[in-house]
Nanobody, 116 residues
Framework: QVQLAESGGGLVEPGGSLRLSCAAS????????MSWYRQAPGKERELVAH????????RHADSVRGRFTIFRDNAKNLVYLQMNSLKPEDTAQYYC?????????WGQGTQVTVSS
């Protein structure tokens, strides 16, 4: 079955960096667009970044553009989110998602906390 597993979260000081990874299995990863979302306590889940199946097209939310970068390695079935210049407002649970064959599948999430 389709499975996604995020990793790489943690506690980081403002201005720091983290790289999140999402390992995919159970589907043809190289044919699937992928997305990163986040959800902070008391807030709705929001789209952070999206990448096409071949990695040639990406889109980032205004709040993270210029600081975060989504990219993927189709040979390893991995999608990444490089996060630089982190701010306290980036604190959230981060999720990757695929809509393979029209069905949304989410990972379990990884927590990112930005605090001094």
């Amino acid at each position: 079955q389709v499975q996604l597993a995020e990793s790489g979260g943690g506690l980081v000081e403002p201005g720091g960096s983290l790289r999140l990874s999402c390992a995919a299995s159970g589907f043809t990863f190289s044919s699937a667009p992928m997305s990163w979302y986040r959800q902070a306590p008391g807030k709705e889940r929001e789209l952070v970044a999206h990448i096409s199946s071949d990695g040639g097209f990406t889109r980032h939310a205004d709040s993270v553009r210029g600081r975060f970068t989504i990219f993927r390695d189709n040979a390893k079935n991995l999608v990444y989110l490089q996060m630089n210049s982190l701010k306290p407002e980036d604190t959230a649970q981060y999720y990757c998602k695929t809509s393979w064959r029209g069905r949304d599948t989410w990972g379990q999430g990884t927590q990112v906390t930005v605090s001094s």
